[in-house]
């Protein structure tokens, strides 16, 4: 490949740099490191967010664009796509990732029709396919935007209008071609419109029917065309609309169970999109989790004091290290998941090589937390806290309940006369600022070695 992106060599692992300054080197992602039996780059199987690397301008809803990209001197909309291509695939290599994911609609314009829409991105993934086959570079999931155009604006799979329905099964056909095109691993829904604004003009449990049909048809043409990908759909509560269907992981996950969803579709989970939902990263991934539900993992963080997706690059460790620790515990990110940056540079970070500097904070931000949940996974410490806390289950009165061989009547005896003094005794403090103290050491030992 030609140095598109000039002067930035291949990103390379040094360890912790000694003047601590960060630079255009990783200082905790090793990729042929071996954590907990497998290789960091397997544990976390990074992902390039086509749209925000390469499509994003930088604007937000008071600004316009400021980003500075070196493809900007092909100003045909043919041209600039399929250029694109040559620098997308510059940056992989010299990033060192595996991995990409893409909406069709980020890779070519649209025409006056579908038809004309669909010959423009076939022609730019010719040109994806190519590079695949020289490259080895693989594609973590596509999906198709059906939220940007205007003709979305009250929903795809939700729509009031069977014609837009129409126009999105239409959409997300060519869309599911493309994905066995590339050999994609998983294919993601986000419902950027499906919701409603407001339920005076909602017929909530029609729509919602309406995207089940919609889903099981997608999954039903990628049986029919060969396309193995794992589903997956992507929980938001709101932005842009007022109420979106899939909330948060729990609300999905009672959807899928309600329309018979559960036995093809997992989740794919973005941190941003927790916060929106008043959780936390972690516990969108411990329920999926726990549910044996977890698909992928989108990689961002939001800001606190922002109430919006502002899908920053992660850099928090501590949040970082919780969302690795359920990963762990789990043993992979989903059947086929991986770690895909739906994050974007900030706007007054607008120089190319900007990419570059926030990829690698976002890439050593959680190998750095793989690093602290394999030694807390390692030392047992949170085995033992959840151990010891419900001790109590596992014997006793405790285990019989748990097994099924007790009932209100058999228990109420064991505590009619119980004096309250004794029941007092029976709780116990959860030290939890020692536990918290504790993870806290651990990071900050791990990360100095």
Same mark, same amino acid.
């Given at each position: 490949m030609s140095d598109l992106w000039q002067g930035i060599d291949k990103v390379k692992y040094e360890g912790p740099h000694k003047g601590l300054n960060s630079r255009l080197a990783f200082q905790y992602y090793n990729p042929e490191e071996e954590i907990l039996g497998k290789k960091m780059?397997? *544990?976390?199987?990074?992902?390039?967010?086509?749209?925000?690397?390469?499509? +994003?301008?930088?604007?937000?809803?008071?600004?316009?664009?400021?980003?500075?990209?070196? =493809?900007?001197?092909?100003t045909d909309p043919m041209d600039n796509a399929l250029a694109k291509v040559d620098y997308a695939f510059e940056f992989y290599d010299k990033l060192g990732v595996d991995y990409f994911c893409f909406h069709d609609?980020?890779?070519?314009?649209?025409?006056?029709?579908?038809?004309?829409?669909?010959?423009?991105?076939?022609?730019?993934?010719?040109?994806?396919?190519? =590079? +695949?086959?020289?490259?080895?570079?693989?594609?973590? *999931?596509?999906?198709?935007n059906l939220f940007t155009n205007p003709r979305f604006l009250a929903g795809a799979g939700t729509a009031p209008s069977?014609?837009? =329905?129409a126009y999105a099964c239409a959409q997300l056909k060519h869309s599911l071609e493309v994905g066995k095109r590339v050999g994609a691993e998983n294919y993601v829904f986000w419902g950027g419109r499906e919701g409603y604004e407001s339920l005076w003009n909602t017929e909530m449990k029609r729509e919602q029917s309406h995207i089940a049909k919609f889903f099981h048809m997608a999954k039903d043409y990628a049986n029919e065309i060969g396309f193995d990908a794992q589903m997956l759909l992507e929980p938001k509560p709101k932005e842009p609309t007022t109420h979106q269907y899939d909330f948060d992981a729990a609300?999905?996950?009672?959807?899928?169970?309600?329309y018979g969803l559960d036995k093809d579709f997992k989740l794919n989970l973005e941190g941003?999109?927790?916060?929106?939902?008043?959780?936390t990263y972690q516990h969108e991934i411990r329920v999926a989790r726990e549910a044996g539900m977890l698909g992928s993992l989108d990689a961002n963080q939001g800001d606190?004091?922002?109430? *919006?997706?502002?899908?920053?690059?992660?850099?928090?460790?501590?949040e970082a290290t919780a969302a690795m620790y359920e990963v762990v515990e789990a043993g992979q990110i989903g059947p086929r998941g991986g770690l895909n940056f739906d994050s974007k540079p900030r706007r007054t970070s607008w120089k190319p090589e900007d990419l570059f500097y926030s990829h690698i904070v976002g890439m050593d931000t959680f190998a750095a937390g793989l690093r602290v949940a394999a030694a807390l996974k390692e030392d047992g410490y949170l085995d033992k806290v959840l151990k010891d806390r419900y001790a109590s289950w596992d014997e006793g009165l405790g285990k019989s309940i748990e097994e099924g061989k007790e009932d209100f009547k058999s228990i109420e005896p064991t505590v009619l006369d119980t004096p309250q003094s004794?029941?007092?005794?029976?709780? +116990?403090?959860?030290h939890l600022e020692q536990v918290k103290d504790t993870i806290n050491h651990f990071m900050i030992e791990t990360l100095a070695k």
């Open positions: 780059k397997d *544990w976390l199987r990074f992902s390039v967010a086509y749209w925000h690397t390469f499509d +994003q301008r930088l604007v937000d809803p008071f600004g316009d664009g400021t980003a500075v990209r070196p =493809y900007d001197k092909y609609r980020d890779l070519a314009p649209e025409g006056d029709t579908l038809r004309e829409t669909n010959q423009n991105l076939d022609k730019v993934i010719d040109k994806i396919v190519e =590079y +695949q086959k020289t490259t080895g570079m693989k594609v973590l *999931w596509n999906t198709s069977a014609k837009i =329905y609300t999905t996950l009672n959807f899928m169970k309600e941003n999109h927790a916060n929106l939902a008043g959780h606190k004091l922002i109430g *919006w997706d502002i899908d920053e690059f992660p850099s928090n460790l501590y004794e029941l007092r005794a029976a709780t +116990q403090s959860d």
